[in-house]
T-cell receptor, first 114, second 111 residues
């Protein structure tokens, strides 16, 4: 039973298209994150939501829009895809208020923009 | 200056040896420190966390923290080929705050 699940696992699309990535966690966590990992393995946070409220919004083009319908879900919508958006996108979750903030990652979505 | 710096490697050690992975961080306010392991094509998984100065041991893994020097390390004793992966160091200022990850060190354990 997967704790943090993302769909799709692979996404190949053309420049200019709009696409969404979905994330769900069944750990009962209240904080969820989106990270982007580039080809050099650098893992950079994009957004963080706590109980459906945006708490971290890094310098990310406004073509990226996260949506959290409830605390178990955090989706990422990307408009007008560009070549530079090609990367692996990881969703993660953690339990706020815990003594140590351990993040659990989904399997990742490998996005290729052609 | 990056928040978290790691030597990208690759680091190669023979099977059974000790692998030593190092990480420095720039924010003196960082409170929690994490080591994640990432196999090729997979997601990061937590190996250890540490928040007090000194050593913390868990099986073959030992994390070392020196806040004065802003330095965190991970030692892997009796390295196995299955330890071959990229190891990511991460810091956090306080629970609920942003994580900062290093670019990772690629480790290869040679049988």
């Amino acid at each position: 039973d997967t704790a943090v699940s993302q769909t799709p696992k692979y996404l190949v699309t053309q420049m200019g298209n709009d696409k969404s990535i979905k994330c769900e966690q069944n750990l009962g966590h209240d904080t969820m994150y989106w990270y982007k990992q580039d080809s050099k393995k650098f893992l950079k946070i994009m957004f963080s939501y706590n109980n459906k409220e945006l708490i971290i919004n890094e310098t990310v083009p406004n073509r990226f829009s996260p949506k959290s319908p409830d605390k178990a879900h955090l989706n990422l919508h990307i408009n007008s895809l560009e070549l530079g958006d090609s990367a692996v996108y990881f969703c993660a979750s953690s339990l706020a208020g815990a003594a140590v903030d351990i993040q659990y990652f989904g399997a990742g979505t490998r996005l290729s923009v052609l | 200056q990056k928040e978290v710096e790691q030597n990208s490697g690759p680091l190669s050690v023979p099977e059974g040896a000790i692998a030593s992975l190092n990480c420095t961080y720039s924010d003196r306010g960082s409170q929690s420190f994490f080591w994640y392991r990432q196999y090729s094509g997979k997601s990061p998984e937590l190996i250890m966390f540490i928040y007090s100065n000194g050593d913390k041991e868990d099986g073959r893994f030992t994390a070392q923290l020196n806040k004065a020097s802003q330095y965190v390390s991970l030692l892997i004793r009796d390295s196995q080929p299955s330890d071959s992966a990229t190891y990511l160091c991460a810091t956090q200022k306080d629970t609920g705050n942003q994580f900062y990850f290093g670019t990772g060190t690629s480790l290869t354990v040679i049988p």
